[in-house]
């Protein structure tokens, strides 16, 4: 089985930063594309960043140039590096993890969740 743990979420004020982690355990050989999303009140939730293993990314538009995406295959992690937070940001976070590759075949796998508040 493969467990997903993140941590890093809180509250900051507008204009400040945060840095979400998520590391996957468990039977792993490889993981295709590590992501996170998002979920506020009332609205579905949404990808907010993804990186493949090879490195290349993608953003929602409404981060771009604030939030930055990275992972260690070594370690089986990926990080959001949230910069410059609105509050419209404020949203409980979720990693997944796609394309997990184990010893019984290929699966994805969500973490429980971290909330990020943005507010003064």
């Known amino acids: 089985q493969v467990q997903l743990v993140e941590s890093g979420g809180g509250l900051v004020q507008p204009g400040g930063s945060l840095r979400l982690s998520c590391a996957a355990s468990?039977?792993?050989?490889?993981?295709?594309?590590m992501g996170w999303y998002r979920q506020a009140p009332g609205k579905q939730r949404e990808l907010v960043a993804a990186i493949l293993s090879g490195g290349s990314t993608s953003y929602v538009d409404s981060v771009k140039g604030r939030f930055t995406i990275s992972r260690d295959n070594a370690k089986n992690s990926v990080y959001l590096q949230m910069n410059s937070l609105k509050p419209e940001d404020t949203a409980v976070y979720y990693c997944?993890?796609?394309?997990?590759?184990?010893?019984?075949?290929?699966?994805?796998?969500w973490g429980q969740g971290t909330q990020v508040t943005v507010a003064s």
């Open positions: 997944k993890a796609g394309g997990v590759r184990g010893w019984g075949g290929v699966s994805d796998y």
């Open positions: 468990g039977r792993i050989l490889s993981i295709n594309v």
